[in-house]
């Protein structure tokens, strides 16, 4: 990073003096785990070529009889199958296949597809279908929640799209919080990633929300890494926790601290990777890639980094003018984002990086079959607990209680994403 952006940086942590003592006083009263000795990091384990045939051969047939069973017709199951595949390629590029990582016996097809083979991957895939061609069999109604639990972080990110909300007091106790997902869960959930906010800050009140949440839902956590340590990730998968997801945005220790605001960011980042892998949680990396840090050495050094502490998945998003970034020009260049979607497709699709983790790249997608949040295939719920289009697209919707409490044909309908 040149002087003109580090000083920015500083520049703008300075000019939030506010959010900088409210962070100063939360981490005085938290007490911050530190490893006694450090974990080993868990490599990613690649199934062998024979084993990813098999695998993928295994869940096409499982989607043939799934399109079946549900359709009871040859040419009905076979028209939802094929608009099913063509979707799912323009999604992940390429070939049309996906890496795969093994864990717990289970296959790992994408961060937000369940495992396989599971119910839970069978009522995805049947949700999938269902919105090609309708069907009978149960499906999901939101296949993917982001609700951020907690107002409370010891973090300051550049880039946080939860800037307003910050070190408020909790908008919901836990009892209501387990009524919000219990509801969503009843009406069918599939995957419902917990953030904030700092959701390790709330660490006890999440542990129980897992433990009392159903399992037909994947159970995720999205964080900076604060205080995650071995015992905790054990705690978590214990609770029917699927996976983590950590935000590392540097590859540089200290760069990585700077763009986070916190002097011991990095730190907790990869001792949260290691704790992960070692209690046998699904593990991914979410970077912000910054117009900085859009280039190929950027993305190979980090992507490098992901492999080396063993990374599942890598998430890449692209900066937008939300939260603390509201009224700023960060949004990526047309030569930016076409670098990314050539490195996307090389490093997926590439035998030669097979053993690297998966990117997981909306942008890519977004701009082929238009974004699947705003109500499609996800939503989010902010701190406050107003609903939204998704993290980066702020609609201020409806309180979340309020739009739950309304019989469902009665309900608003969220706002979709209007910029792609």
């Not at 699947?372 to 939204?388: E, L, P, R, T």
């Amino acid at each position: 990073m040149n002087t003109n952006g580090l000083h920015n940086l500083l520049t703008s942590l300075q000019k939030n003096s506010k959010h900088m003592e409210a962070s100063a006083i939360l981490q005085n009263k938290l007490t911050v785990q530190k490893a006694e000795t450090p974990i080993a990091f868990i490599p990613r384990k690649v199934p062998a070529d024979w084993d990813c045939f098999f695998v993928r051969l295994r869940a096409k047939l499982r989607m043939v009889w799934l399109a079946l069973k549900a359709y009871q017709s040859v040419k009905t199951a076979r028209a939802a199958l094929g608009h099913f595949m063509a979707f799912k390629k323009m999604i992940v590029g390429g070939n049309g296949k996906r890496k795969l990582v093994k864990k717990n016996g289970k296959y790992g097809f994408g961060l937000y597809v369940p495992p396989f083979p599971s119910e839970n991957f069978d009522r995805f895939i049947l949700t999938e279908l269902n919105r090609t061609i309708p069907h009978q069999l149960p499906v999901n109604a939101h296949q993917q929640v982001n609700f951020a639990i907690t107002t409370h972080c010891p973090m300051r990110c550049e880039h946080c799209f939860e800037w307003d909300n910050l070190n408020h007091p909790e908008t919901f106790t836990l009892e209501e919080l387990k009524t919000i997902t219990g509801t969503l869960q009843n009406e069918g959930l599939g995957h419902i990633s917990l953030s904030g906010g700092e959701p390790m800050v709330r660490f006890k009140d999440m542990l129980e929300l897992i433990r009392n949440g159903s399992k037909t839902t994947e159970w995720w956590v999205l964080t900076s890494g604060f205080n995650l340590t071995h015992d905790k990730a054990l705690q978590l998968k214990a609770a029917g926790a699927t996976g983590i997801v950590v935000s590392i945005d540097h590859y540089d220790a200290e760069l990585h601290n700077l763009f986070r605001g916190h002097s011991e960011a990095f730190a907790h980042a990869t001792r949260a990777v290691a704790a992960s892998g070692a209690a046998g949680l699904f593990t991914a990396v979410s970077v912000c890639i910054t117009r900085a840090n859009a280039t190929r050495d950027f993305v190979m050094r980090h992507l490098e980094m992901c492999l080396r502490i063993g990374a599942d998945y890598v998430q890449w998003l692209e900066p937008r003018a939300e939260g603390h970034f509201r009224n700023q020009d960060v949004m990526l260049g047309k030569e930016s984002i076409a670098l990314l979607e050539k490195m996307f497709e090389i490093l997926n699709h590439d035998p030669a990086y097979k053993s690297f983790p998966t990117i997981v790249y909306h942008g890519y997608h977004q701009r082929r079959i238009g974004c699947q949040s705003g109500g499609k295939f996800s939503f989010y719920v902010d701190a406050a607990g107003m609903v939204h289009s998704c993290p980066f697209c702020h609609s201020h919707d409806f309180k979340v209680t309020d739009w739950l409490n309304q019989p469902v044909e009665e309900r608003g309908l969220v706002t979709a994403c209007s910029a792609f």
